[in-house]
């Protein structure tokens, strides 16, 4: 029986379509010890080293299986901060997953949803995290992953943190970019209010660039800051109509929703336009998030229009199994050319069906369009999710600061140090968009260096 890898309960799909509240609903007590007793406990820990932050993976499971909830917590929160987001997020299947020795015979141990399971219990205790005071002080630029996990290093050891978020509420991409039933905003919000206890203070609808500069913040005796302004600058697909009304970015759209609750207009203030037939280019996980949203919106058809085969999908697989339970269609090998569209509105999409040819340099079969075999697509609203790239607005008002041609800020990626002195920067605003956890991995690293420089 220990071969068999526990499911965690899900929300049915045809109800769960119907609301936003979380799908996965997390392991009882009686799963967690069931699947904990599958880990082999090997002395290698592939699975440690493939983890982004290190946690020590066995050590957490072990705890489980005794009973040892805060124990268990204790050895994931030294080296991960925010266990019940990670746990709900991260690509486990890609990193800690992978490397599972159980997995070599037999299905990985569901190290994500043991993650989850710590971290959900954690959620409910009030647990006293001490670090004594020490006279330093550190500025970290921006509230998402990257932010929050170099805050929570800089503090345990004592350093004075301020975090300073351009919008009005914490969190950055988890709050406005994670929709609600993936990521429950309540649990955003608990995990932030461990770091608020641990000494580290917050500040909203702060513009670094434009309310505070970099010198501002050195001359308020900063001894050093780090830059983790992500990546919310959208990418469209440069071809005519995407001036309709209707077309949408990704990072729009998802903001509208997920931060300015557009789902409840005229409730709240912010409108979304739900449309009845709605396409989404692209096949990561925004693009997944994008389409079951707009399902949840009442859309009776959601298209998600990819350039490449299913085989090829960058999105995880536990988000495409879900999409196709919630009748998300997918119309592959297709690469969108124009918008149509009648009176400025949106009224369709015309695509070239696709064929797969040589790999490129990513190693994947590169597309290559079929001759006269043009079509169209039905829509009133597209939504154009193909990445993003860092916002360029600290950047524009930080000239010194050295970056790609891209954008996106060049590092040291062994200190994460900056081309400025002092200045540290990590997550998407160094790569563009990526995962939560390389994004938290690398404000951690970061968090590691400023502390061997200052103390």
Not at 20 to 41: H, K, N, P
Not at 285 to 308: C, E, F, Q
Not at 347 to 355: I, K, P, Y
Request: glycine share 10%.
């Amino acid at each position: 029986m220990k071969r068999i890898r526990i499911k965690m309960n899900e929300q049915p799909a045809i109800e769960r379509i119907e609301n936003f509240s979380e799908v996965a609903l997390g392991y009882t007590e009686e799963q967690a010890q069931t699947e904990a007793a599958r880990c082999l406990r090997c002395p290698t820990q592939p699975c440690v080293s493939s983890c982004p932050v290190n946690v020590p993976i066995p050590g957490f499971i072990t705890e489980i299986l005794n009973n040892n909830y805060d124990k268990a917590y204790q050895l994931i929160a030294g080296e991960n901060f925010l266990p019940a987001i990670c746990g709900r997020v991260c690509p486990q299947e890609q990193q800690c997953e992978a490397r599972c020795v159980k997995g070599v015979n037999a299905e990985p141990v569901a190290i994500g949803s043991l993650e989850r399971f710590i971290g959900d219990w954690s959620l409910n205790q009030q647990h006293t995290v001490k670090a004594s005071k020490s006279k330093h002080k550190v500025a970290v630029l921006g509230s998402g992953p990257a932010g929050l996990a170099c805050a929570a290093e800089l503090a345990r050891v004592g350093i004075e943190v301020s975090v300073y978020e351009a919008l009005h509420a914490l969190g950055g991409v988890l709050r406005y970019g994670i929709p609600e039933f993936r990521l429950p905003k309540h649990v955003l919000d608990t995990e932030i209010d461990k770091l608020k206890r641990l000494g580290v203070k917050f500040y909203t609808n702060v513009l670094i660039g434009n309310s505070l500069t970099v010198e501002d913040l050195l001359q308020e005796g900063n001894e050093a800051i780090f830059v983790g302004s992500g990546a919310g600058l959208p990418r469209f697909l440069g071809i005519p109509g995407e001036n309709l009304n209707g077309v949408y970015s990704a990072n729009e759209y998802l903001t509208r929703v997920n931060l300015m609750n557009a789902g409840r207009f005229p409730s709240s203030p912010t409108p979304v336009k739900s449309g009845n037939e709605v396409i989404v280019v692209g096949g990561g996980n925004v693009a997944l998030d994008v389409a079951r949203v707009a399902k949840r919106l009442g859309a009776a058809n959601v298209t998600i229009v990819y350039r490449r085969s299913m085989k090829e999908l960058p999105a995880r697989k536990e988000e495409i199994i879900h999409a196709q339970e919630e009748m998300i269609n997918f119309k592959l090998l297709s690469q969108p050319i124009a918008v149509t569209g009648e009176n400025s509105e949106v009224t369709g999409m015309e695509c070239l069906s696709m064929e797969l040819g040589e790999p490129d340099e990513s190693g994947r079969r590169r597309p290559v369009a079929i001759e006269n075999s043009n079509f169209i697509l039905k829509a009133d609203v597209v939504i154009v999710a193909v990445g993003q790239t860092p916002n360029p607005l600290f950047i524009k008002n930080t000239p010194e600061l050295a970056v790609n041609k891209w954008g996106g800020i060049i590092v040291d990626q062994s200190t994460m140090s900056t081309s400025i002195d002092k200045v540290y920067a990590g997550g998407d605003a160094v790569t563009g968009a990526a995962t939560v956890i390389s994004a938290m991995g690398a404000g951690k690293r970061a968090a590691q260096s400023i502390v061997r420089r200052i103390m």
